[in-house]
């Protein structure tokens, strides 16, 4: 009763927003970039098979699946130089829930302050720069249902006076069985208030987002994870995209993903290790994703499980 329940009430705004096709009406773009080289190598299907406290940004329900306290530095070197970083914190208090802290950060170099009479540079400096902060909060609702939400505080700053403020909310739930480790997630993401610079204001980039995963081959040593996952934006058609894990021993990953109906994006792929240093969990995550006219984006990650 309470899975139906929480189907029913995530699959509502999808029917409002199926309404909507309205390219570049959205603000806040940055939240859409996807903060994960595993996430990203498995073309952003990772909405029902996140870990750790990378679920901060994907689906904060699946934080209590994490016992122990988890650390990730994300870096993903964007176009034209732009820099686009996330670190997040997630721990598990056992009976009381699960606390994730997170940071992304999209910010350019120092650039020069030009004018039509100084096109050489007036001297001054500036940066441009969005941030989001976010505090995540889950809860086991059965043995098999978990709920989670994430509330940020976003800020833009294009140049001195030139900044704005928004606050949103993501809420989330997951569903994990024991056939093959299946897992179905959802998440109506960024929802909140409107971006406004001077006199012009603008909704953030809300999105519906769900999707599954299982592990289609089980062997002794190794296993392969097959995962799926469709989204409605506010702004745009919906996309879906798939991915493909193959997890040797735990310590070795190899991945592959495809978005469909994306109008930049398509094939994206990576690699990952996991090696055990004195009981704590050290993890490294590298992928490259092909935005066709765009030229590639290469991600790094660390993680470490305490």
């Known amino acids: 009763m309470i899975l139906k329940s929480l189907i029913l009430f995530f699959m509502f705004p999808i029917f409002l927003l199926s309404q909507y096709e309205r390219p570049g009406s959205a603000d806040a773009q940055f939240l859409k970039i996807s903060i994960s ?8 299907a990772l909405i029902s098979t996140v870990q750790g406290a990378e679920a901060t940004y994907y689906n904060s329900a699946a934080l209590p699946l994490q016992n122990r306290t988890d650390i990730v530095l994300n870096h993903t070197q ?7 970083d996330f670190a997040a914190v997630a721990m598990n208090f056992d009976d009381y829930g699960s606390l994730g802290i997170s940071f992304t950060g999209l910010y350019t170099d120092e ?7 100084q096109p050489e540079g007036t001297g001054e400096t500036f940066y441009s720069a969005n941030y989001r902060i976010g505090l995540s909060y889950a809860q086991n609702l059965t043995d098999r249902v978990t709920i989670g939400t994430t509330i940020s505080y976003i ?5 001195k006076d030139f900044s704005a403020n ?11 069985s024991d056939f093959h480790g299946f897992r179905f997630g959802m998440q109506i993401a960024n929802f909140g208030s409107n971006i406004q610079y001077v006199n012009e204001s603008f909704p953030l980039p809300t999105n519906f987002t769900f999707g599954m995963g299982i592990n289609a ?19 745009g058609a919906p996309q879906a995209s798939m991915g493909v894990e193959w997890n040797f021993q735990n310590m070795l990953f190899l991945r592959g993903g495809y978005r469909i109906n994306h109008s930049v994006a398509n094939y994206s792929f990576g690699a990952g290790i996991k090696v055990d240093v004195v009981g704590y969990l050290f993890r490294f995550d590298y992928s490259f994703s092909n935005f066709i006219l765009l030229n590639a984006v290469h991600r790094f990650g660390l993680g470490i499980t305490l």
Request: no cysteine; aromatic share 10%.
């Open 217 to 235: 081959l089980e062997f002794e040593n190794q296993t392969v994870l097959l995962s799926f996952s469709a989204m409605k934006p506010n702004e």
């Open 78 to 84: 964007w176009f034209a130089g732009i820099k686009h």
């Open 155 to 159: 800020t833009m700053s294009l140049y």
């Open 37 to 44: 080289p595993r996430g990203s190598a498995l073309g952003d």
């Open 111 to 117: 650039m020069k302050v030009t004018t039509p009479l």
């Open 166 to 176: 928004a606050v949103s909310v993501d809420i989330a739930t997951l569903y994990v």
